[in-house]
């Protein structure tokens, strides 16, 4: 199931970006698993990667690419995360870079690829070489739902999301899709995301602009606390629009910026939201912490406990449980007779201890909805974090048990 | 269900200690719930407790009590863990203190108290008052069996464990006794312990054999990654025996240190063969680190993997989840190139890769055992360590969604 999680249904084209997407034979039974992303000449183009040390064979050779030339085309495969694959693995990788780029008629250099699916197994390069000519063929602007289908492995709804913002009188519009529901808790980067703008924005900006969206975005949301090895986010601009250079001195910025957050928070949480087996969507806020850091690090510790999720699959209040898992979060220090906590607008702890006015009624009123906000105030400082995450159900088990069988 | 644990059904008694169980109405359906550990005097007493920063207000008064008093009783509750209860709270737990000095005929600040069960509910004080007079009339040298029933809550059986030594001809016992199978990930202490021996050893040196052995038994298991508030291990030398005193110096100190550390080490792996839902009971060994520190910390983020533990539960070989999770330890470095991985005596990962060698149905055959070793070679220094955890199941959340119902 998924907790309030609109399917896409439409995403508007972004003018300069192309897509395309079909059934290689990677996955069974005629799905969807390889999708192309070709971009015009002269865009700029933001990445942020994993930090998990195994990286992927495309990451390591997107990265490289990326360091070596302005990408043309951004090639992604589904069902397979050419991930633990050794030697092979990379001249798989590079091997598919070569095949699109002839195809296109571009430098491999221009090629980013990337994977996502089941580790350790040998990339099927034939689905590749067979599927590429007819794919390049059918490359149009308005695939982008084709291509949020395409790089989806358990989700069961592809994400996307559309935002248009006036510049100059221009009309902007910010286009973005994401998959990932499982092994989330991204480090720099969720599993795969790619965005594109027609804004004009020079490569540093648009990488300034990618590192702080991703903060407060895929780098603020769990599902298991597992890390992929594949993870990736892409920003394109390309440049298109008639509207003016967004530079950091001028007025648009701030209005492009918080069109940027507020597509990259959607599609994190949009990835929580459809996270395995969840029955509750849950947003975790510390506040009053002595620093971001430390206000990040206890909410990623009761948005890890495992007993603190399980309670919220039974919708039972169990506050006792947050309070213990506040109480092993490796920060420097905790007031222990300060701090409160909030269910919603429900007092559950106050000073250290169970509220005076807390009742089980209202704690179970707020625990019975599907969204649940858990207030953290450590009353020791200024700075706040907020992360959202999923509950942990027979589900979640049942689908990680089952996933290669 | 358990992993090859067997019940206890006889501990031996040790000179000094006598011990009671009841049920006492704390717990429902005449359950017992209340259990006193009588010492005598003279004796040693170690202990350590919870790191959780919000400890429950037993283990405030049991430190507190022990710093300025020599214990003669130790005051054991299970179904309430008296934590998070504030102010009321630690009034009620040392008003237990008071009641159970009054009738055994000792200082207040002689009286440990223990608590373990739901977190955040009052206690009730009149079951001990009630029921205390009785318990101290049955106090007797063979009642352990009973005592480890009696602080059972979510365990599906007693755990104990005795170990008899010859020193100086004559014969020294080690009787301990432990509960705890959820919110398993102990720091500096487990669930509740209790350990005693009629050795003579000063409280100093049991307090360093203490925290050695705690460190390689109850601190390098984990179920769930949640450390409890209200953790707590005590370890008591009666000195009744005959033998002389031990010493750092004395030929016996090794054989006791040893014997000490095969207690604990039986009695903390206990724990994770009765671990809620648990159908593996897995040794995670990382070697050759360059520290203990960074192979520990390997090994745990292993052990806390849900997706390394529903795999595990499913029996799967899902090697790629073992790479991922140890590539996403927080520790300084790993050189991804050299690692290997081994599922028993099976090469799964080598040079950072799956092992050429490597066949499914060899994974398979390993991952069918009840018990499985991991084996993580980093080929960076001669550090190792070793943790012990269990799998994730469908009854691991089953347990933990429905505790407080």
């Known amino acids: 199931m998924t907790v309030n999680l609109n399917e896409a249904t439409h995403l508007a084209a972004v003018k300069g970006i192309r897509l395309a997407a079909g059934a290689s034979g990677i996955k069974k039974n005629n799905t969807i698993d390889l999708v192309l992303i070709e971009i015009s000449e002269g865009a700029s183009c933001a990445a942020v990667f994993t930090q998990n040390r195994f990286r992927a064979a495309p990451v390591?050779?997107?990265?490289?690419?990326?360091?070596?030339?302005?990408?043309?085309?951004?090639?992604?495969?589904?069902?397979?995360?050419?991930?633990?694959?050794?030697?092979?693995?990379?001249?798989?990788?590079?091997?598919?870079?070569?095949?699109?780029?002839?195809?296109?008629?571009?430098?491999?250099?221009?090629?980013?690829?990337?994977?996502?699916?089941?580790?350790?197994?040998?990339?099927?390069?034939?689905?590749?070489?067979?599927?590429?000519?007819?794919?390049?063929?059918?490359?149009?602007?308005?695939?982008?739902?084709?291509?949020?289908?395409?790089?989806?492995?358990?989700?069961?709804?592809?994400?996307?999301?559309?935002?248009?913002?006036?510049?100059?009188?221009?009309?902007?519009?910010?286009?973005?899709?994401?998959?990932?529901?499982?092994?989330?808790?991204?480090?720099?980067?969720?599993?795969?995301?790619?965005?594109?703008?027609?804004?004009?924005?020079?490569?540093?900006?648009?990488?300034?602009?990618?590192?702080?969206s991703v903060e407060y975005s895929f780098n603020s949301i769990t599902v298991d606390g597992d890390t992929s090895t594949n993870d990736s986010c892409v920003l394109l601009a390309t440049g298109q629009t008639d509207a003016a250079e967004i530079k950091k001195s001028s007025a648009g910025f701030s209005v492009f910026m918080q069109a940027l957050a507020e597509v990259m928070q959607t599609l994190a949480q949009s990835i929580i939201r459809d996270a395995e087996g969840i029955t509750k969507f849950v947003e975790i806020t510390v506040c009053n912490a002595v620093s971001y850091?430390?206000?990040?690090?206890?909410?990623?510790?009761?948005?890890?406990?495992?007993?603190?999720?399980?309670?919220?699959?039974?919708?039972?209040?169990?506050?006792?449980?947050?309070?213990?898992?506040?109480?092993?979060?490796?920060i420097d220090k905790i007031e222990v007779d300060q701090l409160s906590i909030y269910l919603d607008d429900v007092c559950i702890v106050e000073e250290g201890a169970r509220a005076g006015s807390y009742t089980e009624a209202a704690g179970q009123r707020v625990m019975n909805e599907s969204e649940i906000k858990i207030t953290i105030d450590l009353a020791m400082g200024d700075c706040q974090a907020t992360v959202w995450t999923s509950d942990l159900s027979y589900d979640y088990v049942k689908i990680n048990a089952e996933y290669r069988s």
């Open 60 to 212: 390591i050779i997107a990265e490289q690419h990326l360091s070596e030339s302005s990408p043309r085309l951004l090639l992604i495969n589904s069902g397979n995360a050419n991930a633990g694959t050794g030697e092979s693995g990379y001249r798989n990788a590079l091997l598919t870079c070569e095949l699109a780029a002839d195809v296109l008629g571009c430098k491999k250099q221009q090629v980013l690829p990337f994977s996502t699916g089941v580790i350790g197994e040998n990339l099927q390069v034939d689905c590749f070489e067979k599927s590429l000519p007819e794919l390049v063929s059918q490359l149009g602007s308005d695939n982008w739902l084709m291509a949020a289908k395409g790089i989806m492995t358990t989700d069961t709804v592809p994400k996307g999301i559309t935002r248009e913002i006036q510049i100059d009188e221009e009309t902007i519009t910010i286009t973005g899709i994401a998959k990932g529901s499982g092994m989330i808790k991204p480090n720099m980067a969720t599993m795969l995301s790619y965005i594109a703008t027609d804004a004009k924005i020079s490569a540093d900006l648009l990488t300034e602009c990618l590192k702080t």
């Open 293 to 330: 850091d430390d206000a990040k690090t206890v909410a990623y510790t009761v948005a890890h406990s495992p007993l603190v999720k399980t309670a919220l699959f039974a919708s039972d209040p169990n506050w006792g449980r947050i309070l213990a898992a506040v109480g092993r979060a490796e």
